[in-house]
């Protein structure tokens, strides 16, 4: 096997002068170089963009400087999600699937071999990379993936399959693949293994079968790939224990990660909010005179507020050193909520914005369809809600406790924000409530995460008043959750009906 090539160590300019420089170059590229309202608008990205975004390379800090990488703590990668979604949302997630999903797991588990063959070259010649995991009968059940590999007799693995959805198909440079162990008779094993992917050797290129016309997300290429290649056997990640759990380890960082994204995309759309509603007159007086518009923008800063207390938890918790497979509670609490909020801000945005708004080249309308899938890849938000619950109802039931607020008053993540609701969650839990109640009450538990993560935030010095306009703003949502919980109907769908006849029915006012 030829060498490695030589790493080349990056300059340590500070950090700071880092961002400062990032942030110029966003700036020049999304208002100066490119009209940032067309860019939306037209499928892929502008070469240029592509090449100057990767000058200043925000993705250097997600590689070791061993490797030829900036490096870095977690809270860098963070920082970078958020300079880059606060210029365009879609770009941010391209820094997230190559950081998050490509770049950490093959640093924390790559093969040496590996990684001194892969990251050198990811850095100098500004590549992309992506991550494989859905299959198009497989979305949500990943753990039945068919996509299967076999070791050969020539110290390599052949991995065989179909993938889609995976965001820079027929892009990236590197694929980490997925797929579960075939057996002798050909069946597949219950574990998941990952694998790299070099789409510049022969014999390990995916094919790009079709391309999808995404919705919303026009940068980045989507689409069905047929998988047919023969990696080497070092391609193969190593987990510490099995490959679930290095696949929970990866995916739980992620999206405790989704929030960066969100931090500067909520950060704009707060910003331009602001000005149209000082800019804008309606009635002789601007919109921000308005108690309901007022309501709007106390909101998204709200928004703002618990955010950054995602973040701010993340960069603290979430490095490569931990394994995360068993913070499932957190990390889906923090993706359900962000992009929630992701996606309410965009509405409200859009409905300030009026008219004009409703535009593909309008911020707030690219706002409204580029949010909207991140409330479902992933994980679907209502699966992730569903597993929420599941997860405290599991705790509650080992530990013979049926009040959900005296054990929410006991757990960490949740105890400070829980004492807060008084009587409000003073109920005990039904074990057999239906999915809808598993959802409604995900729903309320991951918002009091949030809380506790911003109360957190406060005693770290950040402003009291944000603060507390964040808590009062979610605890109204999380009681009228808690009351839909305890009292919403249980209506079932009523099948075999026909179109209703309501003119048959109509009685003409006298």
Known sequence: MPSAPPVVQRARESFSDFVSAYRDRLTHLFGTRHDVDATGTERGVPPFVIQRFRDVDPLSVFVPQEYGGRGGPIGHGLTMLEETSYHSLPLSLIVGINGGLFLQPVVKYGTEEAKQRVLPSYVRDRKLAGLMITEPDYGSEALSMETGWRATDHDTVKIEGTKHWAGLTGWADYWLLTARPRTKDGGLRRDVDFFIADQNQPGEHVDVEELYPNLGLKMLPYGLNRVDVEVPTSSRLEPTSTGVKMMLDTLHRSRLQIPGMGMGYLRRILDDALVHARERFVGGKALLDYDQVKARLARLQSFVTGTAAMCMETAGTAGIDRDLFGDGLKANAFKTVVTDWMQEAAQSFLQLSGAQGYREDHRAGRA?????????????????????????????????????????????????????????????????????KLVDLGKAISRIVTMEMTIELGERGYSAELVQNMLAETRAEVRSLLETYRSGGLTAVVEDTVAPDWLSRVRLAG
């Not at 899938?373 to 997860?391: A, K, M, R, W």
């Open 368 to 436: 409204l369809v580029d949010s909207r899938p991140y409330q479902i890849f992933e994980g679907s938000n209502d699966i992730l809600y569903q597993q929420v619950t599941e997860s405290v109802v599991k705790a509650m039931r080992r530990l013979k406790q049926v009040d959900l607020g005296a054990y929410l008053r006991a757990e960490p993540l949740t105890a400070r924000a829980a004492s807060t609701f008084g009587e409000s969650l003073a109920f005990d839990i039904d074990w057999s409530m239906p999915q809808r």
